[in-house]
């Protein structure tokens, strides 16, 4: 456990809060290496079907706390490497992952956005890169990734000139689904979880893995591997029973298998 991240279960919601509101929740080794072993957790816990990432404070998070870099050991993982790390677990998380932006989302902040499922957003949430304010490089998905959920010319304008932009104009852009008043962004986002945590988790965890591997193939290999997964779960428990739930007129009890 961490003392600059907080863990809690509801229903079968997994909420990540980050609590360093004073450092603009900037990622340090702690934080970072708590939420890894979180998620590992996480992906094997039958009852925990969703996960939200929030945080405490005016920022969701301003990015790599560059201050606690340090100088690692021979053979140690530096900053860098356990951002990437961290990212790259959220990234590949089975499971639904929601982003519930409470405030500012820079540089690193911005780029944990880009790893998550989809964005809730609050009314005075705002997204930037900012890495070029510091003549700092993005290395978790800024340049690559960004081009791919918003308009380029968009991106480009947010990554060369630093700003930040409201979470309206991001919901305008696409890279968030929805926008809330500040004191009903959890509320919102819980009930958004409970709404997932009722479909088939194997559906959703299959669903998840076709779109996020769809960009990187042609239309026609995307529609192939859609079928294949398909021809694959209708040998599924879970198929079966949303089958039956929908004859017999009643609610599916579905197990994720």
Known sequence: MSESVSFEVKGQVGWITLTRPKAMNALNRDMLDAMIECLKGWEHDASVRVVALTATGRAFCAGADLKAGGTPQPGEMDLLDTIVAFFDRLRVFPKPVIAAVNGMALAGGLETVLCCDFVIAAESASFGDAHSNFGVFPGGGGAAVLP?????????????????LPAADMKQYGLVSE???DDELVARVQ???????????????KMKKVCDEATDKSRADALRHELLALRDH????????????FAEKRKPAFKGY
């Open 234 to 245: 209708q040998r599924s428990y879970d198929m079966a029973e949303g089958v039956r739930a």
């Open 179 to 181: 926008v809330v008043a």
């Open 148 to 164: 791919r959920k918003i308009p380029e010319n968009i991106a480009k304008y947010m990554l060369f000139t630093g700003d930040a």
């Open 191 to 205: 009930a958004i979880g409970d709404k997932l945590a009722d479909k088939s988790p194997l559906v959703l965890r």
